[in-house]
């Protein structure tokens, strides 16, 4: 099963290029679901037809949802969200602005995000593309299984048995609210479905995400922080699509001025993103609605006549860049994760108490789990390498870490918090 997912400034064609890519894994015979999480959907347009919050056919081989926020929210998050008001409420907070408290900014479309899961574990569909909210949105929801986990460890600071267990006795003296058994199934569940989508969306073999531009430099500028961004939080990026670019026989001068410097930055694009595959698609004499003109673009992205698993088949992996790795050099284990086109700032190092390490380069930061091996050793320092950053664990000799230690394991913690006995 692959996911492929679309992102980048506002405008710039994320939701068509999804559209196309959806039309040409559908007729190559994937049974193909396009999902937008964008909460100002245009999925519907892109097919020239209405499309709801559920799941629609909308060729053979072919389903598309525009997921609803709020429901998603609901499904995902309520129960946690009333226990929160609950609480809030019983410290003396007003109703309203409990309801806002609890809700975290990114909440929502992490909600939307969730519904990934569902289908990917549903085993109904072998491609699920996303159209995703522009970059801005994106980015930050994609940072937020970390935050999520955060929130949660934060506001249910205890394990469920020792609350189980107290219960009788605090009941005695407070009225405070307190979680109950359906409460943790709930939290157990969330922390679960979190847990997956963020295997999901890392996991290279699965989940490549592509960003889509316009030569235009303040686009490609955005897009480079985009793909920083992915990179520092261990996505894997594997093609750049650059939309809307003139026709090379584009006769009318009037247009002189607008190729000269559309070409100055498609070579931009080209010294910002290689290795990378950048996939050109011509600005068309019409806008992109309707099957035929997403086959169309289909056609300049991805080449006519294409074979599955072969040329022509968007689930190819067109990148295969290494994410994070873990590995032993000079005394030291070496935690490296790709950072290209960074501005190469002061790297800030923060560990906390909860083994993560929080890295701040500039205005990015990111926080990082540590695998359970890692946790245990004192930080050297961080250099950047080439294109990415390295950060250098000490380990004397005599410390030799099994494998399945140097694995993330942070969310096993939590899990087991929550767990039900
Ligand atoms: N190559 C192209 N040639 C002509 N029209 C295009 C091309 N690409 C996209 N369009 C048109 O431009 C408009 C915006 O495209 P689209 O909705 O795909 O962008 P988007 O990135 O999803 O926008 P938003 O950020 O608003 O969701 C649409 O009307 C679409 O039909
Ligand atoms: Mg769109």
């Known amino acids: ?106 909440m929502e479309e992490l909600a939307s995000l969730m519904q990934i899961t569902a289908l990917a574990d549903s085993g109904d569909y072998d491609v699920i593309i996303i159209d995703a909210a522009p970059t801005g949105s994106t980015l930050q929801l994609l940072s937020f299984p970390d935050m999520a986990r955060w929130y949660i460890e934060k506001i249910f600071p205890f394990q469920r048995k020792t609350i189980l267990m107290a219960r009788p006795v605090v009941r005695r003296m407070t009225d405070m609210p307190l979680p109950d058994e359906d409460m943790f199934d709930s939290i157990e569940d969330l922390v679960e479905h979190l847990e997956r989508m963020s295997q999901l969306l890392s996991d ?3 989940s490549s995400m592509r960003v889509v531009l316009n030569p235009e430099k303040m686009v490609v500028k955005e897009a480079q922080r985009a793909y920083t961004y992915l990179n520092l939080y261990g996505y894997s990026v594997d093609a750049v699509v650059c939309n809307r670019v003139f026709p090379r026989d584009l006769s009318d001068h009037y247009f002189d001025t607008w190729k000269t410097a559309q070409a100055a930055n498609l070579e931009l694009v080209h010294e910002c993103f290689q290795p990378l595959p950048i996939f050109e698609i011509p600005l068309f004499d ?40 873990i590995f032993r050099r000079d005394g030291q284990y070496v935690l490296s994760i790709p950072l290209p086109l960074v501005e190469r700032a002061e790297i800030n190092l923060h560990r906390s108490v909860f083994d993560e390490l929080i890295v701040r380069i500039g205005n990015w930061k990111r926080n990082l789990a540590l695998p359970t091996g890692l946790a245990k050793l004192e930080i050297a320092g961080a250099k950047y390498e080439g294109d990415r950053l390295n950060i250098l664990f000490t380990a004397p000799d005599a410390v030799e870490i099994p494998a399945e230690e140097l694995r993330t394991g942070r969310w096993d913690n939590l899990k087991s918090r929550f767990k039900r006995k």
Request: glycine letters at 12%.
């Open 1 to 106: 099963m692959r996911i492929l997912l679309y992102t980048g400034k506002g405008g710039v064609g994320k939701t068509s290029v999804s559209a196309a890519t959806a039309v040409r894994c559908a007729e190559l015979g994937y049974r193909t679901a396009v999902l937008s999480t964008d909460p100002a959907h245009s999925l519907g347009d892109s097919f020239d037809r209405k499309i709801g919050n559920q799941l629609v056919q909308l060729q053979p081989n072919l389903w598309g949802q525009e997921i609803d926020l709020l429901s998603q929210m609901d499904a995902y998050w309520g129960t946690v969200l009333n226990y929160l008001n609950a609480l809030f409420a019983w410290q003396g907070m007003d109703k309203l602005v409990a309801e806002e408290t609890a809700v975290l900014p990114g």
């Open 204 to 206: 290279s073999d699965i």
């Open 286 to 325: 019409q806008e992109v609605t309707g099957v035929d003109m997403l086959r169309r673009m289909a056609n300049t992205v991805f080449g006519h006549h294409p074979v599955k698993g072969g040329h022509g088949d968007p689930t190819q992996k067109f990148y295969a860049g290494k994410s994070q790795e």
